[in-house]
């Protein structure tokens, strides 16, 4: 005869049964209301263009959509059974290897998205620079495809194959410095390292539409926060900015921040930097450079402009008048098209996109940052490092105080005007080794700010 258990027992295994079935009941909610709440986000249409059409942040939408029409696909990509290996360009920078930095992004951002292969490897074993430029608009675009993957994985129907990316044979010490102080692996995956001559600014995301602050507080935060990280850095050699060089700082900073918003048409703006002490016999009074990066994706400069949605028609007219004589005077060519003419234009004294009537002190806010960059710089013939850059769509201008600011007298008003010829004239064709038209398209508008910090900058 079977010897019936203990009443302990039977109480206990009763228990245990009951726990199991609670558990599979309110898996199987959770199962029906997450099918619920996903048939309710996409419509019954759980596909992955679907997902797309959704889910996808506006940034990779737009910057996707632009790629389409103007890049190749990268060719340096091998797959094998551990997945997609994709070699990162030996010279990652958009100042000076735009095409090939822009494909590289935009094939590894569409291989994400596509979500063939579990792994995703960038090898950096060819890669012997990396620029901030680059570097920036590979990871604000990484951010929001992440957010993407990871909302796909929030639902059983939508659960993304891939399961992870990373990278391999980061050797170089100069590219292995931006990588773990302010790139993906720092900012992504909590991956930072402390370097001695390094001082990171880590990337600030303002978005206009969730932001609490106003976008003009916001600015002046934002601007208050990067001057006090220079400030903070040259604490690391024991030397401070003087006011002067303080107060230009500001103007740089804040004026290239207003007009990242002023020149945007989707909600977000991104900005780092970092600050690298230098120990060059050559550049004896030479302290530290501090890089600085400010991005937004959107219309470029020249589409704001030339949008029938521009708010100050007297600009467009005058620059539409300037493109005639352009035209007339067979000025435009193959590396100099009217975008780079309208987006050189943009930057004098008195022209901006936003309406006269709304903002009735805009106007002198890219010649006054551009003017205080040159005040930054040491002597023009000491000072071979300091550079300002800006892209914007099919164009680059490139400041390196070769070219300095002017002054044009009209009638009885004089403006300050940055024309790249020595006639000081925006009708006379400009300098094509600093204002040029580029051989692919950036969908949006990209500064970088390379300071030389030397003895005339502290006290």
Same mark, same amino acid.
């Given at each position: 005869?079977?010897?019936?258990?203990?009443?302990?027992?039977?109480?206990?295994?009763?228990?245990?049964?009951?726990?199991?079935?609670?558990?599979?009941?309110?898996?199987?909610?959770? @199962? #029906?209301?997450? *099918?619920?709440?996903?048939?309710?986000?996409?419509?019954?249409?759980?596909?992955?263009?679907?997902?797309?059409?959704?889910?996808?942040?506006?940034?990779?939408?737009?910057?996707?959509?632009?790629?389409?029409?103007?890049?190749?696909?990268?060719?340096?990509?091998?797959?094998?059974?551990?997945?997609?290996? &994709?070699?990162?360009?030996?010279?990652?920078?958009?100042?000076?290897?735009?095409?090939?930095?822009?494909? +590289?992004?935009?094939?590894?951002?569409?291989?994400?998205?596509?979500?063939?292969?579990?792994?995703?490897?960038?090898? %950096?074993?060819?890669?012997?620079?990396?620029?901030?430029?680059?570097?920036?608009?590979?990871?604000?675009?990484?951010? =929001?495809?992440?957010?993407?993957?990871?909302?796909?994985?929030?639902?059983?129907?939508?659960?993304?194959?891939?399961?992870?990316?990373?990278?391999?044979?980061?050797?170089?010490?100069? @590219?292995?410095?931006?990588?773990?102080?302010?790139?993906?692996?720092? &900012?992504?995956?909590?991956?930072? %390292?402390?370097?001695?001559?390094?001082?990171? %600014? *880590?990337?600030?995301?303002?978005?206009?539409?969730?932001?609490?602050?106003?976008?003009?507080?916001?600015?002046?935060?934002?601007?208050?926060?990067?001057?006090?990280?220079?400030?903070?850095?040259?604490? #690391?050699?024991?030397?401070?900015?003087?006011?002067?060089?303080?107060?230009?700082?500001?103007?740089?900073?804040?004026? &290239?921040?207003?007009?990242?918003?002023? *020149? !945007?048409?989707?909600?977000?703006?991104?900005?780092?930097?970092?600050?690298?002490?230098?120990?060059?016999?050559?550049?004896?009074?030479?302290?530290?450079?501090?890089?600085? @990066?400010?991005?937004?994706?959107?219309?470029?400069?020249?589409?704001?402009?030339?949008?029938?949605?521009?708010?100050?028609?007297?600009?467009?007219?005058?620059?539409?008048?300037? !493109?005639?004589? %352009?035209?007339?005077?067979?000025?435009?060519?193959? !590396?100099? *098209?009217?975008?780079?003419?309208?987006?050189?234009?943009?930057?004098?004294?008195?022209?901006?996109?936003?309406?006269?009537?709304?903002?009735?002190?805009?106007?002198?806010?890219?010649?006054?940052?551009?003017?205080?960059?040159?005040?930054?710089?040491?002597?023009? =013939?000491?000072?071979?490092?300091?550079?300002?850059? &800006?892209?914007?769509?099919?164009?680059?201008?490139?400041?390196?105080? !070769?070219?300095?600011?002017?002054?044009?007298? @009209?009638?009885?008003?004089?403006?300050?005007?940055?024309?790249?010829?020595?006639?000081?004239?925006?009708? =006379?064709?400009?300098?094509?080794?600093?204002?040029?038209?580029?051989?692919? +398209? +950036?969908?949006?508008?990209?500064?970088?700010?390379?300071?030389?910090?030397?003895?005339?900058?502290?006290?």
């Amino acid at each position: 005869m079977r010897k019936s258990l203990p009443i302990s027992i039977i109480l206990k295994r009763q228990k245990r049964n009951l726990k199991f079935k609670k558990k599979r009941k309110d898996r199987r909610l959770r @199962v #029906l209301l997450n *099918h619920i709440e996903l048939k309710k986000d996409l419509g019954g249409d759980s596909s992955l263009q679907n997902q797309l059409d959704k889910w996808l942040p506006e940034t990779v939408k737009y910057f996707i959509h632009i790629a389409g029409k103007n890049y190749l696909p990268y060719k340096d990509v091998k797959i094998n059974s551990n997945g997609l290996i &994709i070699s990162i360009p030996r010279e990652f920078c958009l100042n000076t290897n735009i095409k090939i930095s822009l494909s +590289f992004i935009n094939t590894l951002i569409q291989f994400l998205l596509i979500d063939s292969h579990k792994t995703i490897t960038i090898d %950096y074993s060819k890669c012997k620079s990396i620029d901030l430029s680059a570097q920036i608009c590979l990871d604000a675009l990484l951010i =929001d495809t992440l957010k993407f993957i990871t909302k796909r994985d929030k639902y059983f129907k939508t659960r993304p194959r891939i399961k992870s990316i990373g990278g391999e044979n980061i050797n170089n010490l100069d @590219v292995k410095k931006i990588l773990f102080s302010i790139g993906s692996p720092a &900012i992504i995956n909590k991956r930072s %390292y402390k370097f001695r001559d390094i001082v990171p %600014y *880590h990337l600030c995301i303002h978005n206009k539409e969730s932001e609490s602050l106003r976008n003009s507080q916001r600015k002046e935060l934002d601007t208050t926060n990067l001057v006090e990280h220079v400030i903070n850095s040259l604490a #690391l050699i024991n030397k401070e900015l003087s006011q002067e060089s303080i107060e230009d700082l500001s103007t740089v900073i804040g004026e &290239i921040l207003i007009n990242a918003e002023e *020149h !945007s048409t989707l909600n977000q703006r991104y900005s780092t930097g970092y600050f690298q002490k230098i120990n060059n016999p050559n550049l004896d009074k030479a302290f530290g450079i501090y890089h600085l @990066v400010i991005l937004n994706f959107g219309s470029s400069i020249y589409e704001i402009f030339k949008s029938f949605d521009c708010k100050n028609i007297d600009n467009v007219n005058k620059m539409q008048l300037l !493109s005639e004589k %352009y035209t007339k005077n067979r000025l435009f060519s193959k !590396s100099f *098209h009217e975008g780079s003419l309208w987006t050189l234009y943009s930057l004098q004294e008195g022209i901006t996109s936003t309406s006269p009537f709304e903002f009735k002190k805009r106007g002198n806010g890219s010649i006054r940052f551009i003017e205080s960059f040159f005040n930054l710089r040491s002597n023009n =013939d000491r000072d071979k490092i300091s550079r300002l850059n &800006i892209i914007s769509g099919n164009t680059n201008i490139l400041f390196d105080g !070769s070219y300095d600011i002017m002054d044009k007298i @009209v009638g009885n008003d004089t403006f300050k005007v940055m024309t790249f010829n020595k006639s000081g004239n925006i009708e =006379d064709k400009p300098d094509g080794k600093f204002v040029k038209k580029i051989n692919t +398209f +950036f969908p949006g508008t990209i500064i970088t700010a390379k300071i030389l910090i030397t003895e005339d900058d502290i006290i």
